[in-house]
């Protein structure tokens, strides 16, 4: 009998078209030859426009949902999405702050591709002060890193790295940063593909989790990364007149 993959445990909203969320988790962690494990936070109707409801999981299921899963499984990385509640986001802080080896890769999502509010005041303040303390590495893309108060903030918090993302800004390529303590670890440049995509933050973060958990020191796992999220992008396909959807493989 041939060894499991590394385990990755995901607490994110279930996205019913498959291009965001818990779903874009999974495909990519299958993808990077992780197993993927998943903690349902929230329930959402959305198509590939936007968001038109989100409906939090009570907390003590995503209690539940995770105990039953780390009693059995020694998870190599969490990864955690849309929360859904500031009750959610208090549970799952007590639960890797559990599993204090364990990478954790943080993609603070705060907003829909069309701006519809994923995360309330409250939330954002449980995940500044309780979550981001434990975080490997934070994700966010640039509008969402000023709004939780820019890079720096969320190394002063405790944050080991954070990877801001360009995909918001208005320049020719997108440019991803990767910041420590120290200042700007590493830069990288990918060519700004047309079109709007559903799940790229998502895409980007599991593949993070993915990389650590298969071991990989963080500038390399950032690296490779980026390249399976831009690669997945560029072979993205578009099912109706909204946004497109990345192919992982």
Not at 14 to 24: E, K, R, W
Not at 68 to 78: D, N, Q, W, Y
Not at 210 to 229: M, W
Not at 232 to 237: D, P, Q, R, T, Y
């Amino acid at each position: 009998m041939s060894s499991p993959p590394p385990f990755v445990l995901t607490f994110a909203a279930s996205d019913p078209t498959g291009g965001a969320g818990l779903q874009a988790d999974l495909l990519t962690l299958a993808a990077l030859g992780c197993h993927p494990l998943s903690v349902v936070t929230a329930l959402t109707v959305q198509d590939t426009h936007g968001v038109d409801s989100i409906d939090a999981v009570d907390a003590a299921l995503v209690e539940r949902q995770a105990a039953a899963l780390l009693a059995e499984m020694k998870v190599a990385a969490f990864k955690l999405g849309v929360l859904g509640s500031e009750a959610n986001a208090r549970a799952i802080a007590a639960i890797v702050a559990s599993h204090p080896r364990v990478p954790l890769v943080v993609d603070p999502v705060l907003a829909s591709g069309r701006g519809d509010s994923l995360a309330s005041d409250s939330l954002i303040i449980t995940l500044l002060e309780l979550v981001m303390p434990r975080a490997t590495l934070a994700t966010p893309n640039s509008v969402e890193a000023r709004r939780l108060g820019g890079e720096r903030a969320l190394l002063d918090r405790g944050c080991r790295y954070v990877l801001v993302t360009g995909t918001h800004e208005q320049t020719s390529d997108v440019v991803n940063t990767l910041y420590d303590a120290g200042g700007k670890v590493r830069e990288d440049r990918w060519p700004r593909l047309p079109g709007s995509y559903h799940g790229s933050g998502c895409t980007l973060a599991s593949a993070c989790a993915a990389k650590l958990a298969h071991g990989l020191a963080i500038g390399d796992a950032v690296r490779a990364a980026q390249e399976f999220t831009w690669q997945s992008l560029s072979a993205g396909f578009r099912p109706a007149d909204g946004q497109f959807i990345p192919r992982r493989k």
